[in-house]
């Protein structure tokens, strides 16, 4: 097993990360949490889980141990796969997960895509006591950098990332352009969150 990785960032969207190292390139399914605190950054070091179907070898990577853990207790979960876990935690970060499961708040859970109010339930009964054993806060907490692209790109890269994680492209766009209409200042991270909650 690859505990982690450490490495030159080739190419860089909101849900994949290439790293290079020794000459090989990894290509790193990412959360938009991760995306944020690599944005302008040129080196990396993920924490990694490797997921091995028929079809695929799928490297899941992560900024620390603890948002590592998470996904491992999400995908612990019936029902949740990896991609699923993903989403949760480019919605949340791993406190507001943390928190969110600690105090049994399954409408937050089930506004995810993919996470329906049994699903919800499930993730609260089986991980309420073992959320509490993560310690979030020893993590260095991650930042969004206050540089802020033109609108144009951001809305790009949002559709983007939101295709990516399985939305069609027609209603990502309008839900975007909704989102940069209200609020034009706002980072990739900030858009990409608002349209998870309303897709």
Known sequence: MIDYIKGTIEELTPT??????????????????????????????????EVIREDAHLLFGFMNKAERALFLLLISVSGVGANTARMILSSYTAGELRQIIATGNAKLLSSIKGIGPKTAQRIIVELKDKILKVDVEADQAMTANDYTPAVDGIREEAVAALTMLGFAAAPATKVVNQILQQQPSATVEQVIKAALKML
Do not use: F, M, P, R
């Open 16 to 49: 994949y990360v290439v790293l290079e190292t020794a000459g090989v390139g990894y290509g790193i399914h990412i959360a938009l949490t991760t995306y944020s605190a690599l944005d302008k950054q040129d080196k990396a070091k993920l924490y990694l889980h």
